[in-house]
């Protein structure tokens, strides 16, 4: 394994875990209060991770909203809102309304599968 192989999975492992980090809107208030966002070189970065929206790359993400985060990210309006705590917290609260409301919607199609698939080995026999 050559060392630019090393290197280029290092940088690999680096920015999917920062890029997830992305979802966190504790982490997204964490970064703004700092000033990350004000730092035109960080700014440029979050432009550039936008690759991780590629098929290619977005089939390694265990937290799939973080590329909306990064998506929003991208509008200074939204990165200055972030100061705000309340703004984080807002963001947390609608995440876990929307992962709430899939869930159920999620547990729902299952069961109706189940059902349908109960009710074929029913009608074949």
């Not at 690999?12 to 997204?28: G, K, T």
Request: proline share 2%; glycine share 2%.
């Amino acid at each position: 394994v050559s060392s630019d192989d090393t290197g280029n999975r290092l940088r690999f492992q680096l920015e999917l875990e920062f890029v997830q980090c992305l979802a966190n809107p504790n982490y997204l208030n964490f970064l703004a209060q700092r000033g990350y966002f004000k730092d035109k070189a960080f700014v440029n970065y979050l432009k550039y991770l936008l690759y991780w929206k590629e098929p290619e790359y977005a089939k390694y993400l265990k937290y799939p909203q973080c590329l909306h985060m990064l998506e929003l990210l991208q509008y200074e309006h939204f990165r200055k809102e972030l100061v705000n705590a309340q703004c984080a917290k807002f963001i947390d609260e609608q995440q876990i309304l929307h992962w709430q409301h899939y869930s159920r919607k999620r547990m729902r199609l299952q069961q109706a599968l189940a059902e349908q698939q109960q009710q074929n080995n029913t009608s074949v026999k």
